[in-house]
């Protein structure tokens, strides 16, 4: 058999990632990656990393995105040349936006043949923009020169991971002879997505030189400034003005553990991570609204990326609010440029003990609490608690037993769908809420809860939310954290789960979790008919443009698919059903009105 310098290479680049940590890789098949997805296999055979294969790299790169969320580790995403890599263009948005690691290894043809013509060529160096941390244009491996994978493997990771540069663990190559080096590294902080072009000649496969036998000398290190070294900055919140903290979509436990420790209310969106403790504010939307409450803001902290209102963008371009932002893993919010960015703050635990300190934040949380209880009963169908006169009052009894028979049967409202999907979700599972109306009736329908919730809020992008999803699910069945593993429930629209009808494909032999989608169906993009263009434009043309209508049979769909289906129309099914998901992969549809 033929020596293959890819082959070679790609062995020893895919052994380096799995030294340095990387339990989890994503393959999309392909001719030019074929060393890359053959030396995952064989990884994969010897136990040493979790494979997975898709046939749309938009939904590979989604999956990667998602066992990335959970985990906190970047996947690797394999693709061929040409296309394939312009596929994984919205993922990797959102990662960096997101502050997401991601490390794309795209199979290449050499540098020479771009712009000649050549197929499946074009100038994939660059493809993804500003976003990648670290891009490397890497030269194809010959029998006198490989690359040094384990120093390449190291810079990715480090830069995915916004980690110290390892620069001194070896060299790192930049580009071949017949081209111009294309080495680049992103002045985005934090952790994000990275792109290392490989360009690959024949032999694509064949005989894998060993590990002690040197090719030849390893390509020259490239010239790089690197990033600027900031000092931390830290804040400590003096005492006064009334002040809010808000948490935004993966905020985390600290902008909780931050606004107890300093005694403030705590606005906390459904995807922040923070959505729990005695602090949380119920139905902040409405006390935003409110002269009393949201009128009398004088500074804000926030955590996070805020995207579930408009009430809170609009409390921070406020010309009389003050914006604190702690920075996190995605992309700082900075709404005018007198906010101050910060990497941590603290405060005086000591603030609590203060009068007015208490009474400003017992105010919003019992207002919040007040609401939310009368939103909740306006949805309820009324089923007294109580039987009448005790036991022996028959006509008590029979009017219980009716008004609950009512409750079961009643149909599922959108409001009650949120309650019903957070009620059933536990620690030990997974919520996913994709970009629709549901997230938002999630975030105004909720109470407090410490669950796990995910959401790709960084672009707010439909993308890709199926794929997303079963990532989540497959970091979460892993094995890794050693905790116990219930059901990743997805909840979405109609719109949403058909743009990433490729998520659902999951070629024989591949993993399936215990994933359950629950699709509320109200027949196409109800999102829209909120916003104003609903009441200015003519109803046919934006019911066609807009609110895109459709009937695709989802019974059809997921049977075609191999998922388990049902369909509930009343809340005592839905209780039921998302009570007891079914093993594996499950579509769970509700219908909704328009």
Known sequence: MTVSPAATFAHRLVDAFVDLGVRHAVVSPGSRSQALALALADAESRG???????????????????????????????????????????????????????????GDRPARLRG???????????????????????????????????????????AALAAPDPSAAGPVPSGDGDADAYTVESSLAGAGPVHLNLQFVEPLSGEVLPDDEPAGPGAAAPE??????????????????????????????????????????????????????????????????????????????????????????????????????????????VPHPQTLVVDEITADPDDRGDRAARAWAGQWVFAGRELLEEQSAADDVAAPLIIPGGAADVA????????????????????????????????????????????????????????????????????????????IALAASDGSTGARTGTTRVLLGDITLLHDTGGLNLPPGEPRPRVQLV?????????????????????????????????VDLAALAQAFGWSYRAVSTRGDLDSALASPPAGLSLLEVPLSR
Request: cysteine-free; hydrophobic content about 45%.
């Open 396 to 471: 008590g009894a029979r009017d219980y037993a009716k008004g609950e028979l009512a409750a079961l049967r009643a149909p599922v409202t959108r409001r009650f769908l949120a309650d019903a999907i957070w009620r059933a979700t536990w620690p030990h599972d997974r919520l996913v809420l994709g970009a629709s109306r549901l997230i938002r009736e999630v975030d105004t329908a909720v109470g407090g809860k410490k669950i796990v919730v995910h959401a790709n809020r960084g672009l707010a992008g439909i993308d890709g939310t199926v794929s997303t999803a079963i990532g």
């Open 224 to 333: 790089s400034a690197g990033r600027a070294s900031v000092a931390p900055r830290t804040l400590h919140l003096d005492r006064g003005p009334r002040t809010l903290v808000i948490a935004g979509a993966d905020a985390g436990d600290r902008a909780n553990a931050f606004a107890l420790h300093a005694g403030l209310p705590l606005i906390a969106e459904v995807s922040s991570g923070a959505r729990f403790g005695p602090n949380l504010v119920s139905a902040y939307r409405i006390l935003l609204d409110h002269p009393d409450f949201g009128g009398r803001v004088e500074r804000a902290v926030v955590f996070g990326h805020p995207t579930l209102s408009r009430q809170v963008p609009a409390l921070l371009a406020r010309d009389d609010v003050q914006t604190i932002v702690v920075r996190g893993h995605g992309e700082a919010v």
């Open 519 to 551: 699709v509320g169906n109200d027949g196409g993009g109800t999102i829209f008919d909120g916003l104003e263009v609903a009441g200015t434009a003519a109803r046919d043309p934006f019911d066609r443009v807009m609110f895109t209508p459709q009937n």
């Open 48 to 106: 040493r990393i979790a494979l997975h294969v898709r046939i749309d790299e938009r939904d590979a790169a989604f999956t990667a995105l998602g066992l990335a969320r959970e985990s906190g580790l970047p996947a690797l995403v394999v693709t061929t040349s040409g296309t394939a890599v312009a596929n994984l263009v919205p993922a990797v948005v959102e990662a960096s936006h997101s502050g997401v690691p991601m490390i794309v290894l795209s």
């Open 116 to 158: 000649t013509g050549s197929n499946q060529t074009t100038w994939q160096p660059g493809l993804f923009g500003r976003f990648p941390r670290l891009e490397f244009d890497v030269p194809p491996p010959t029998l006198g020169e490989v690359p040094d994978a384990r120093a390449l493997a190291a810079r990715a990771l480090a």
